[in-house]
């Protein structure tokens, strides 16, 4: 069992900057694939970026691509997601999720509750 609490969403004017953090409770996190995923209004949620259990290997949509960062401390049971030069069309909630790597075919079983990120034009 896995429990994720993301944090650090907000507004920010486009060409900002934000840093999301997903703190993870369970014994089973430095194993897991840790994902990012999206949900904009009237939009289905979208795979936004994810990491392997070591940090070694990382997927990103096209959409996000030398944007954003995805990180994460095993030590410190969280994974980060750093957005740069953001966009109106990143507005959305963001959610962290915990899974069976499979790279980009990661099947996720464990979902946060999410954080609003805004972005102004």
């Known amino acids: 069992q896995v429990q994720l609490v993301e944090s650090g969403g907000g507004l920010v004017q486009a060409g900002g900057s934000l840093r999301l953090s997903c703190a993870a409770s369970g014994r089973t996190f430095s194993s897991s694939v840790m994902g990012w995923f999206r949900q904009a209004p009237g939009k289905e949620r979208e795979f936004v970026a994810a990491?392997?259990?070591?940090?070694?290997?990382?997927y990103y949509a096209d959409s996000v691509k030398g944007r954003f960062t995805i990180s994460r401390d095993n030590a410190k049971n969280t994974v980060y997601l750093q957005m740069n030069s953001l966009k109106p069309e990143d507005t959305a909630v963001y959610y962290c999720?915990?899974?069976?790597?499979?790279?980009?075919?990661?099947?996720?079983?464990?979902w946060g509750q999410g954080t609003q990120v805004t972005v102004s034009s």
């Open positions: 990491i392997n259990w070591s940090g070694g290997n990382t």
């Open positions: 999720a915990a899974g069976r790597d499979g790279g980009y075919g990661s099947i996720y079983d464990y």
